[in-house]
């Protein structure tokens, strides 16, 4: 209550700390600059909801009051300490996170739009001339997932007996790959007319994009791909053209799949869905 107090919060009758989830006291109490538990280490505090009704007999919401929704990205103000870190832990952050992540002021800090701009771009690129596309893809510079987590890597090794080592590998996620995975499976909005795209197809959509790098991380079950989605050189005895990864993501099952490039050690987004 103590801090509820200090950090400019009211407390109701019988000390009951009590707030609109669009309060800026949430982010207030938490050490970690954030609306939602946990609040503190170790501070066992949590939330539960309380009625509209509630809320008007205590003040916080006029009788008539509209309540409007505040869209945010759940990792918008996701950052860290990286204070104490030395320079080559660092660059092993920035390894495995890639260019999903920046360094300021002695933070790491997430960025959650990079993706989803590759998305918004894809779709774009749906409603521009072939010239104009064209310059559009060969000007797109990859995104840089990271690199291969351990974990993935043994899961790899082990289901493929052996054979298929991906120590090292970076995961990469080309505009021209999107467009392609985009337009192909008929993204509203960015499929053209007589583009060939198969009826029913399901859309590759922004949540399919965004898991693929947490499909990467976070691998459940590995199955060897066969689709060549781009030219690469030959592959040593035993190594499909490209990878199909499958994580349990918050009950949800998602599929990832990646082509191998054996000259750079890369595997490049192919498509994903759930």
Sequence with gaps: MARWAEAGGTLQAGGRMIALKSDPIWSEISRFGHPWPPFDFGSGMGVRGVSREEAVRLGLLAPDEKVQPQEADFNAR??????GLDSEQLDDLAE??????AFSGGTIQWLP????GFFGKARELGKLDMEARNAALEAATPLNLGVCTPETAELV???SGGVVDLSGWRLEMTLRQVYHA??????PGAIRPGSGAPAGKAPVTEADLRAAPLIW???????????????HPPRPAGWPPGIQLRSNIAGTVWVGEYVLDMNSKTLTFGSAWH
């Design 78 to 83: 996701l950052q860290a300490s990286v204070s």
């Design 96 to 101: 495995v996170f890639g260019d999903q992540v």
């Design 113 to 116: 739009d990079v993706i989803s």
């Design 157 to 159: 090794r082990q289901a």
């Design 182 to 187: 985009v337009l192909g499976h008929g993204e």
């Design 217 to 231: 991380r976070m691998a459940d079950t590995y199955k060897p791909g066969v689709k060549e989605y781009l030219r």
